[in-house]
C-alpha cells in the first residue's frame, strides 16, 4: 500500500464546475497535509495546507481532512481552464515529506 | 520558483558516467532537499540537508550522494549514472522542517542513455 494515495485520473469537468480531488494516507501519525498544483513541465506550487479535522477555505480552493477517515480532499470551485494541471496530494509525517503520484485534472470550456 | 535555480536544467548522458546537478537559492533557508518525480511515483526525497555539511538520506537515496558546503548551494551526485536514474529531479527549500511551505526550483531533466 502507498503510503499517499490519489486516484491518477485524468478527471475532467465542465467550467464552472466543482471539481472533488481525493487522497487518502496511511500513516496516522501524519501531521500536516498539503495540496499542490503542477503545469505540465513546470515545478509544484503550494496551494494550501490544512493541519486540523475540518474545512479551510481559501477563494475558490476548500480542503477538507478527517483525520479517523485518513482522508484529505481538494475542491475547486467555479473551475477554470487555468486550473487544469495535476494535482499532487502531500502529508508529513516528522521530517519527511510524502507525496502522492497526483491527479490531473482536466477543466473543459 | 523565485530564489531558487538549477543548472544544468537538461541533460543528456551515458550509463556509467558521474553527474552533478546544482541547487542554488538566494532565501537563506536552512533547509535544502533533492526530489526525483518519476511517472506513478509522485516526488520522492532523494536526500535532505538541514545546514551546511549536515546530510540525510531520504526514501530513495541509492545511487545518489550529496554536499552543502555553503548555505546557497546542495550538490546532487550520481556517481555512475544508471538508465533506471532518468528522471525529473528537483529541488526544493524550507525554513525549517516544520514550516508549512515547500517552495521548488524549476527542475532538471535527465536522461540516461
Known amino acids: 500500500q502507498k503510503e499517499v494515495e490519489q486516484n491518477s485520473g485524468p478527471l475532467s469537468v465542465p467550467e464552472g464546475a466543482i471539481a472533488s480531488l481525493n487522497c487518502t494516507y496511511s500513516?496516522?501519525?501524519?501531521?500536516?497535509f498539503f495540496w499542490y498544483r503542477q503545469y505540465s513541465g513546470k515545478s509544484p506550487e503550494l496551494i494550501m495546507f490544512?493541519?486540523?479535522?475540518g474545512d479551510k477555505e481559501d477563494g475558490r480552493f476548500t480542503a477538507q481532512l478527517n483525520k479517523a477517515s485518513q482522508y484529505v480532499s481538494l475542491l475547486i470551485r467555479d473551475s477554470q481552464p487555468s486550473d487544469s494541471a495535476t494535482y499532487l496530494c502531500?502529508?508529513?509525517?516528522?521530517?519527511?515529506?510524502?507525496f502522492g503520484a497526483g491527479t490531473r485534472l482536466t477543466v473543459k470550456p | 520558483d523565485a530564489g531558487i535555480t538549477q543548472s544544468p536544467r537538461h541533460k543528456v548522458t551515458e550509463t556509467g558516467t558521474p553527474v552533478t546537478l546544482r541547487c542554488h537559492q538566494t532565501?537563506?533557508?536552512?533547509?535544502m532537499y533533492w526530489y526525483r518525480q518519476d511517472p506513478g511515483h509522485g516526488l520522492r526525497l532523494i536526500h535532505y540537508?538541514?545546514?551546511?555539511?549536515?546530510?540525510d538520506k531520504g526514501e530513495v537515496s541509492d545511487g545518489y550522494s550529496v554536499s552543502r558546503s555553503k548555505t546557497e548551494d546542495f550538490l546532487l551526485t550520481l556517481e555512475s549514472a544508471t538508465s533506471s536514474q532518468t528522471s525529473v529531479y528537483f529541488c526544493?527549500?524550507?525554513?525549517?522542517?516544520?514550516?508549512?511551505?515547500?517552495?521548488f526550483g524549476p527542475g532538471t531533466r535527465l536522461l540516461v542513455l
Open positions: 526544493a527549500i524550507s525554513e525549517s522542517p516544520g514550516q508549512e511551505t515547500q517552495y
Open positions: 500513516d496516522r501519525g501524519s501531521q500536516s
Open positions: 490544512i493541519y486540523s479535522n
Open positions: 502531500a502529508v508529513r509525517v516528522n521530517n519527511d515529506m510524502r
Open positions: 532565501e537563506n533557508h536552512r533547509y
Open positions: 540537508s538541514y545546514g551546511v555539511k549536515d546530510t
